[in-house]
C-alpha cells in the first residue's frame, strides 16, 4: 500500500497542480513533505515496535495512514495536501518497517521466511511500478483522488486482518531512547531536507550545504548515544554483520537507481513521445509482468544456489537494462528503446529485492526485528531520497528531455555498479560461508 501510493504520485502529479492551481513549488512539497517526514522517523518508528508490541504499532500506523490518505484524497488547497502528504509519512514511517518485523517474527528461519521475505521483497518493486499504471489510469479515467482515498478500505481491511492473523507482542520492559529518537528523526529529517533542497537549488545551496552539514553532526552524536544507551533506538550491533551492513549499503544504492528511474523515465515518454498519464503508465507494464514472475523464482533459487548469488544475477541484469536505456534518444522506438530494457530490468528486479531484503535481516535477534526491518527502510527511503537528488544534479546541464533522461540512465549505471561491488565484497564471501556451514550440519 506504501510504495503503491508512493508511485502513483508520479503520475499523478501534473492532474494534482491543475485541480488546485499548486505552484511549482508547491507541487514539489507534494512529494517532498512526505519524503522527508516518513525519512526522518523511519528508525523511531522502527524501535517503537520491538519496545511497544509490533501489532499495536502496526494499528496504530495503519490508522494515521489511512486518515492521512483519506484527508489528501479530500484536499482542497496547497497547505492542506502538503499537510496532509506530511502526516501519510508519520504512518508510512510506523508500519514499513513494523510490517518487515512483524514477518520476521511470526515465520521461522527457513523456508517458510524466506518466502515470506521474497514476497515483502517483490512489493517494493513490483508495488512501484503498478503504482504508476495505476496512477496513470486513474489520472486519466477518474481522477487522482481516488488513488489516496482507495487506501482507507484497504487499510481497514488489514487493521482486521493484523486483528485477526498477526499474535500480539508484548511490550519490552525499559527506558525508551529519548535521546537516540530525537537525535535520529532531526539527524535524518534535516538530511533528507538538504537532499531534497540539493536537487531543487544545487549542491553548493546554502539550503542544502546547512541542513545536510547539521544533519551529519547529529547523525554522529545520535551513533554516539547509540553506542552507550541501555536500549538503544538503533543498536550498532546491526552492523556487526558486513551482510547487513552490505545489503544496507547496495540497498541504498539500488533504491535510489530505481525509484529515480521510474521518474525520469516518466518524464521522458510524457515529454519527449507526448504520452498522456495513462499511456505514461502502462509503458512500464513489461517490467512489471516479468518482474513479478521472476520474483516468484527467488524461493527456490535462493534455496539452491544461495541468497547471495540471486542477488548479484539480478543486479547484473538490472545493470545490463540500464547501460541499454543509455542509447536511447527521441527517435527510438518505445518497443527497442525502452520496452527491451525494461524486461531485463524486471528480470532482475523480481530476482534482487527478495534476496535483498532477507540480507538487510539475517541473524538479527528477535529483540533487534523492528530496528533491523528499520535499517533496511531508512536505507531504501534515503536511497530514494538520494538517487533523485543526485542524477537530477547530474543531468542539470542537459539541453532537452531525452538528454536529461540519458544522463540520469549514465548516473544510473554508475549508481548500479556501485551496488554490485558492495554486494560482491560484503555479502557474497559471507553468504557462501553461511551455506557451506549449513551444508556442513547435514
Known sequence: ???????????????????????????????????????????????????????????????????????????????????????????????????????????????????????????????????????????????WRIGFLVNVPIGALLILAALRFVPSTRPVRGRFDVIGALTSTAGMGLLVYGIVESAERGWASPTAVVPIGVGLAIVALFVTNESRAQQPIMPLRLFSSRVRSGAA??????????????????????GVYGWNPLQAGLAFLPMTVVQFGSSLLVPRLSSR????????????????????????????????????????????????????????????????????????????????????????????DATDSAARAVDTYVGGVVMLVSALVAAVLLILPAAAADRRYERSRV
Do not use: C, K
Open 249 to 270: 549499503i547496495a540497498r541504498l544504492l539500488f533504491a535510489g537507481t530505481m525509484i529515480a528511474f521510474f521518474f525520469f523515465t516518466t518524464q521522458f515518454l510524457q
Open 1 to 143: 500500500m506504501i510504495v503503491l501510493d508512493n508511485s502513483i504520485i508520479f503520475t499523478g502529479l501534473p492532474e494534482i497542480a491543475a485541480t488546485l492551481g499548486l505552484s511549482t513549488t508547491g507541487l514539489s512539497w507534494v512529494q517532498n513533505a512526505y519524503t522527508l517526514v516518513f525519512g526522518g522517523l523511519l528508525l523511531l518508528g522502527a524501535r517503537a515496535g520491538d519496545l511497544l508490541g509490533r501489532r499495536q504499532v502496526f494499528i496504530v500506523g495503519l490508522t494515521v495512514f489511512g486518515f492521512a490518505s483519506l484527508l489528501v484524497g479530500a484536499a482542497q488547497s496547497e497547505a492542506w495536501i502538503i499537510a496532509a502528504r506530511a502526516l501519510q509519512g508519520v504512518g508510512a514511517a510506523v508500519v514499513a518497517p513494523a510490517s518487515l518485523a512483524l514477518i520476521t517474527a511470526t515465520f521461522p528461519a527457513g523456508r517458510e521466511r524466506v518466502r515470506a521475505v521474497a514476497a515483502y521483497g517483490t512489493t517494493a518493486g513490483v508495488g512501484a511500478s503498478i503504482g504508476l499504471v495505476v496512477g496513470g489510469a486513474l489520472a486519466h479515467w477518474l481522477s
Open 305 to 396: 544456489f544461495g541468497n547471495g548469488r540471486v542477488l548479484v544475477a539480478g543486479l547484473i541484469l538490472v545493470l545490463g537494462g540500464m547501460a541499454w536505456m543509455t542509447q536511447l534518444t527521441a527517435g527510438t522506438s518505445y518497443l527497442v528503446g525502452v520496452a527491451m530494457p525494461m524486461v531485463l530490468m524486471g528480470l532482475g528486479q523480481g530476482l534482487a529485492f527478495g534476496p535483498l531484503t532477507a540480507s538487510g535481516i539475517t541473524g538479527a535477534r528477535q529483540t533487534d526485528a523492528g530496528a533491523a526491518s528499520g535499517v533496511v527502510n531508512t536505507a531504501h527511503q534515503l536511497g530514494s531520497t538520494l538517487g533523485i537528488a543526485v542524477l537530477t544534479a547530474v543531468s542539470a
